[in-house]
């Protein structure tokens, strides 16, 4: 890695691979059409990381027949991704903020935001500013050195 900037395994363990992994993607549009479905279907609130597991899960099951049980641990709260999870469920998010956001999505699902994080409408702001990458290193040992 460090000599050709790249890694690469052997023959035998990308066949282990091939064997035992199933691998796919989703982009902005099927992530969203995801949500959607598992809402409408079994009023299931997803965020955009389950609904990016549940698509590929999906496509795996047409592509290989397999219908094995299978878990999806969702990974993060629908709230957080309010502004996709809303547009996804056909609701407007031009000109509102983040804490309207909130009401409209919980009155379109009948769900609740978690309060730790609605309750971030009235905590003070702790950051404000932004480090390019170039620079992190440097503020990184400034903060440490306070």
């Known amino acids: 890695l460090k000599n050709e900037g790249r890694y690469e395994v052997n023959d035998?363990?990308?066949?282990?691979?091939?064997e035992n992994f199933y691998a796919g993607c989703c982009n902005d549009d099927d992530t969203k059409a995801a949500i959607k479905?598992?809402?409408?279907e079994y009023?299931?609130?997803m965020d955009t990381h389950t609904a990016v597991?549940?698509?590929?899960?999906?496509d795996y099951k047409k592509n290989t027949g397999d219908t094995?049980?299978?878990?999806?641990?969702?990974?993060?709260?629908?709230y957080k991704f309010g502004f996709a999870v809303y547009d996804a469920l056909g609701g407007e998010t031009a000109?509102?903020?983040?804490?309207?956001?909130?009401?409209?999505?919980?009155?379109l699902t009948n769900t609740t935001c978690?309060?730790?994080?609605?309750?971030?409408?009235?905590?003070?702001?702790?950051f404000t500013g932004s480090i390019k990458p170039e620079n992190m290193a440097a503020a990184v040992l400034a903060f440490i050195n306070k």
Request: glycine letters at 2%; charged letters at 30%; aromatic letters at 8%.
């Open 68 to 78: 094995t049980k299978t878990l999806i641990a969702s990974t993060a709260n629908p």
């Open 53 to 58: 597991a549940y698509k590929v899960y999906e």
């Open 114 to 126: 978690p309060r730790a994080l609605s309750d971030t409408k009235n905590k003070a702001v702790r």
């Open 12 to 18: 035998s363990v990308k066949t282990a691979i091939k």
């Open 95 to 107: 000109g509102i903020d983040e804490f309207e956001l909130i009401s409209k999505l919980e009155k």
């Open 43 to 45: 009023s299931y609130l």
């Open 37 to 40: 479905e598992v809402f409408d």
